[in-house]
């Protein structure tokens, strides 16, 4: 079935410096990969929507510039946290979405980003 | 905002049924309900969905009431593999197609 892989799942990072975290669509073309954020006890909060070979939109609150997405093939998005933070410390989730519509919603595993 | 309101958390025991509510009174007729869950440090995962009619597959059967405002997951025999956050979620096939989650339901398996 769909998978998407989610890598790396899990990073500890220094304060200001920038993380990057992919995901790959296997076995089906996403044509849209949803960032999402969980701190927590809390639920996943969407940050971004991406489609392919097109800017990402953001949620109200996400700073596009901090967060910056690429979704450059049907088949890799990428979410780079730029100067992380500490309170950027969160799980970071990418969905992927292609083919059927109705179910076709595929996540990934996961990444729990830690900023010291 | 989430259009669907669960309990903060149920209890169950192993080997037993359990059935788990999720109100949705605004529904639209073009929105498909969907079930996730999440177990601890995991991405979610699909568990069912469906549109009018009660659907069942091998994790679970989902129940929709005739006026379709509420719905049930129903988890035949829980397992403590089960002990999960449940995520009742609308998904609008004619709109936008991004998922929003609620605060989902916490559920616990005694063994």
């Known amino acids: 079935g769909a998978v998407v892989s989610q890598h790396p799942s899990w990073v500890i990072c220094k304060s200001g410096t920038s993380v990057k975290i992919e995901c790959r669509s296997l076995d089906f073309q996403a044509t849209t990969m949803f960032w999402y954020r969980q701190f927590p006890k809390q639920s996943l909060m969407l940050m971004a929507t991406?489609?392919?070979?097109?800017?990402?939109?953001?949620e109200q609150g996400v700073e596009k510039d901090k967060f910056l997405i690429n979704h450059a093939s049907l088949t890799l998005s990428t979410l780079t946290v730029t100067s992380a933070h500490p309170e950027d410390s969160s799980f970071y989730i990418c969905v992927g979405a292609g083919g059927n519509r109705v179910y076709g919603y595929t996540f990934g595993s996961g990444t729990r980003l830690t900023v010291v | 905002d989430a259009k669907t309101t669960q309990p903060n958390s149920m209890e169950s025991n192993e080997e037993e049924p359990v059935h788990l509510p999720c109100n949705h009174s605004t529904i639209s007729g073009t929105d498909y309900i969907h079930w996730y869950r999440q177990l601890p440090s995991q991405g979610p995962e699909y568990v069912i969905h469906?549109?009018?009619s009660n659907v069942n597959n091998r994790m679970a059967s989902l129940a929709i009431a005739e006026d379709r405002k509420s719905s049930t997951l129903i988890l035949h025999r829980a397992t403590l593999r089960d002990a999960a956050v449940y995520y009742c979620?609308?998904?609008?096939?004619?709109?936008?197609?991004?998922?929003?989650f609620g605060k989902g339901m916490k559920l616990t398996v005694n063994p």
């Open positions: 979620i609308l998904r609008d096939q004619g709109g936008s197609e991004k998922l929003v």
């Open positions: 469906g549109l009018t």
């Open positions: 991406s489609n392919e070979g097109s800017k990402a939109t953001y």
